[in-house]
């Protein structure tokens, strides 16, 4: 255990010793319409000052891109989870990962970010760009729709006898 709250008895990381931390994993029991997992806590932090968990929303969060302890996942058994990693090659690889392990026991939804500008990566950013409780609700809602795979002829020319 790295820390507790003011009060003494809520758990603010779970440290198994090997760097595979959660952040406010507790505040996973409460959520009753989902849990979001973001890549650090200055992250989650963000969506926390959104006013988010009052809509039913947990916010957590990992201590790094591809870490993630396994024996949390009991934690997270039947919730919907949104993983939004930093919009980069590590977070997306590292949301990939987490799914992979939390597709096991709960459903999972990973949300991109929208393309920000150079040197904005995060939840943090995108939030501190002027999108608030409403757009992250959005993204969201978006995240939980269902892939569509789109098939489109071929681009190479047909010749249907018509010229020579």
Request: charged content about 30%.
């Amino acid at each position: 255990m790295r820390g507790k709250a003011p009060d003494g008895e809520r758990l603010l990381a779970w440290d198994r010793g090997d760097g595979a931390q959660l952040w406010r994993l507790p505040a996973v029991t409460r959520a009753t319409k989902g849990v979001i997992i973001t890549e650090g806590e200055t992250d989650a932090i963000a969506a926390l000052d959104t006013g988010i968990e009052a809509d039913g929303f947990a916010v957590v969060a990992k201590t790094g891109a591809t870490i993630f302890p396994d024996d949390a996942l009991p934690v997270f058994a039947g919730k919907v989870v949104f993983i939004i990693p930093d919009n980069d090659k590590a977070g997306r690889e590292g949301a990939t990962k987490t799914a992979e392990k939390l597709r096991e026991v709960a459903e999972v939804h990973v949300v991109a970010l929208p393309e920000m500008s150079e040197g904005k990566k995060d939840l943090r950013d995108w939030l501190g760009s002027g999108n608030g409780k409403a757009e992250l609700q959005d993204l969201l809602d978006r995240a939980r729709l269902p892939a569509v795979n789109v098939v489109t002829e071929p681009t190479q020319p047909v010749n249907y006898g018509l010229s020579k």
